[in-house]
């Protein structure tokens, strides 16, 4: 697949770090940004436009694993990648159960650029059933668990399986959240250093 990635290059404590911006086109993913619309836990759009973002390392990582899908007649469903501190606030602020929220205040791997969170969809683009939705704060989004189905005990793994051969990480409690290992070796990215990429930003401010 042709890499035709878009990316900005933001100043962060003096160090440049170059973001990417992840397209269908770039890595063959299907997006699907849902704090982009009201459709979250918040209950509103956290931000101002559906952009995803993800560190340079990580937009790599992501391409083998789209592509690992790929070759299993699957593709990749983004549901979040980079989030701005301001919407990791908001998420903080309005979630049920902060256990499954990283603290603004000591930041997250997502504001780092390096965590993303996904799932799988057939050919036809429906997702595999996973036992969960996406942001479901029960024990049953945990990795492992037996009292889900079977099968979908089997697409989690599988999507365990792709993620880890290209190079991420899995959490105990969200199996739809994979990061870099060593993540917070990354810096935090403030938003305002992306410039038109910023999803904090209206189009044309």
């Known amino acids: ?53 993800l560190h340079r390392d990580a937009a790599h990582a992501l391409h083998t694993a789209s592509e690992l899908a790929r070759a299993a007649g699957l593709r990749l469903k983004i549901f979040d990648a980079f989030r701005p501190h301001e919407a990791q606030v908001m998420l903080w602020n309005s979630a049920p159960d902060k256990a499954y929220v990283a603290d603004p205040a000591l930041g997250s791997n997502h504001t780092r650029g390096v965590a993303v969170d996904l799932t799988l969809v057939d050919a036809q683009g429906v997702e595999l059933d996973m036992g969960t939705g996406f942001d479901d704060m029960t024990v049953q989004s945990h990795h492992f668990r037996t009292d889900i189905s079977a099968q979908a005990q089997a ?51």
């Open 1 to 53: 697949m042709e890499d035709q990635t878009v990316a900005v290059t933001a100043d962060v404590e003096g160090v440049a770090v170059e973001i990417k911006q992840i397209s269908e086109q770039s890595h063959g993913v299907v997006l699907d940004l849902v704090y982009a619309t009201a459709n979250n836990v918040a209950g509103v759009p956290i931000y101002q436009r559906p952009i995803c973002l």
């Open 155 to 205: 697409n989690r793994l599988q999507l365990l399986g792709i993620m880890e051969q290209a190079g991420f990480e899995h959490i105990p409690h969200e199996w739809w959240h994979y990061a870099l290992p060593a993540a917070h070796s990354y810096p935090l990215i403030p938003s305002h250093k992306l410039h038109h990429l910023n999803p904090m930003r209206a189009h044309g401010q």
